[in-house]
């Protein structure tokens, strides 16, 4: 047993070298290519921090519109694909509908299967930051009842991404700007975030030499869990759950109790030990969207602004340095938005699409990769003989 380092949890192993995303979590700080979150967030969009995760560098305008083109390019997806969606129960979860169809991806674009090409490798890549969108929405239209709306390639990504949402034929549909700035604010936020455990899922797949629809498709099925991507979901579901700012000592004392398995939901990173850098803008991007939307006054958010005052002024909390994440605004937020909750982690896998393709991009590109097989420390039987059965007692 003494040959291996046991690290539960891997709270101090590094998995890999890379150079996409940095964060200091004692200090709440949060780079993309060395590029502060709240600057990408303010002055940026999406797509260009899309550009950036991939190759390196922010974009000059001749490289920002040609990449627009290139996603823009492959945001249909096959029609075969559509008929693949009513396979689903109708009350099937929607990230176990995105598990499935972004899986049958590679069964749809074999050319972008051959890892081995970088040509390919970008296509692939490109390809998945442009069907995202396209697979979410449908599977929101399939979970709601209603039909797909096709991409319009003459909006930009968040704006195309609200309208297949949120249009029904024969009706007219606007996209508010504000709106699809918010959403393309979110996705922005959920870009990268290092070695978490969907994009270690992702990166351990594709060491395999899996094909990256495969490996995008494991990322998805990590990230469902209410401890990673699953928490927008479960946030909301416990701001409802307290319900008015009067039941929030009640709930404070549930989560500080040893004995009682709640959690805030929302609060507590594994490597920020100060605010998340991503809640600070989400705070403010929520206050937007419902300021646009008229509903300041929203009971949630007045839930969630006192939930955070209590939790940051308690020992507890102050203690074991538990601060609000992105989580806990964001759930809110994608509700003004008007998305279910069983959508909030979809959206999540959408955005953190570009992250997960960089990281497989820069792994399988690094010449020192190999397959990533951890190892154990065995505390089973020790060696034993077989016994028949009729003598097994
Ligand atoms: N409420 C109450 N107590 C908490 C919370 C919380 N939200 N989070 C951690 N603690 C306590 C925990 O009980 C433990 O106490 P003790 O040392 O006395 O046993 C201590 O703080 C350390 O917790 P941990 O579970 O050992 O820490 P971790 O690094 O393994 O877990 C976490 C990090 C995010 C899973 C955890 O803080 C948590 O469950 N938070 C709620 C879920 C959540 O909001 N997740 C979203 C994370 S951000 C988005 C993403 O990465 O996907």
Redesign the pocket.
């Known amino acids: 047993t003494g040959r291996f380092t046991y690290d539960p949890?891997f709270t101090s192993t590094a998995s890999c070298e890379s150079h996409i995303t940095y964060i200091d979590g004692d200090e709440g700080v949060l780079l993309y290519r060395g590029y502060p979150i709240e600057q990408l967030a303010e002055h940026g969009d999406f797509l260009e921090t899309c550009y950036l995760l991939l190759y390196g560098q922010l974009p000059t305008a001749a490289e920002k519109a040609d990449f627009v083109n290139r996603v823009t390019y492959h945001t249909m997806i096959h029609e075969q694909m559509s008929r693949f969606f009513s396979g689903f129960r109708r009350d099937a979860h929607p990230m176990a509908v995105m598990v499935g169809v972004v899986g049958a991806l590679s069964a749809f674009y074999h050319d972008s299967t051959d890892i081995s090409d970088p040509q390919q490798r970008m296509i692939a890549s490109l390809r998945m930051i442009a069907k995202m969108p396209t697979i979410a929405a449908m599977a929101y239209k399939y979970h709601v009842g209603q039909p797909f709306i096709y991409p319009r390639n003459e909006y930009d990504y968040a704006s195309n991404f609200l309208h297949m949402c949120f249009a029904v034929p024969c009706e007219e549909y606007k996209v508010n700007p504000i709106l699809a700035r918010a959403m393309d604010r979110i996705f922005t936020l959920h870009a990268d975030?290092e070695q978490?455990a969907s994009t270690s899922t992702v990166r351990l797949a594709g060491s395999s030499g899996a094909n990256p629809f495969a490996c995008i498709a494991a990322g998805i099925a990590c990230l469902w869990g209410?401890?990673?991507?699953g928490?927008n979901e479960?946030?909301l579901n416990m701001l409802q759950q307290i319900g008015t700012v009067d039941r929030i000592p009640e709930f404070i004392a549930r989560?500080?109790d040893?004995n009682d398995p709640f959690?805030?939901?929302?609060?507590?990173?594994?490597v920020y030990k100060n605010y998340d850098p991503r809640a600070r803008i989400m705070q403010k991007t929520c206050h937007e969207v419902l300021g646009e939307l008229g509903h300041k006054d929203d009971p949630l958010l007045q839930v969630a602004l006192e939930l955070e005052r209590i939790a940051l002024s308690d020992d507890y909390f102050v203690e074991?340095k538990?601060y609000p994440?992105?989580?806990f605004y964001s759930g809110i937020t994608l509700r003004a938005l008007g998305f279910p909750t069983t959508m909030f982690t979809v959206l999540f896998a959408l955005a953190r699409t570009v992250g997960w393709i960089s990281q497989w991009n820069e792994m399988v590109e690094d010449p020192s990769q190999r397959i990533g097989r951890p190892r154990q420390l065995y505390t089973g039987a020790s060696t034993r003989d077989y016994v028949p059965i009729t003598q097994r007692r």
């Open positions: 949890g975030h978490n209410p401890a990673h991507g928490a479960a946030a989560a500080k040893k959690r805030l939901m929302g609060f507590g990173h594994r074991k538990l994440n992105i989580d």
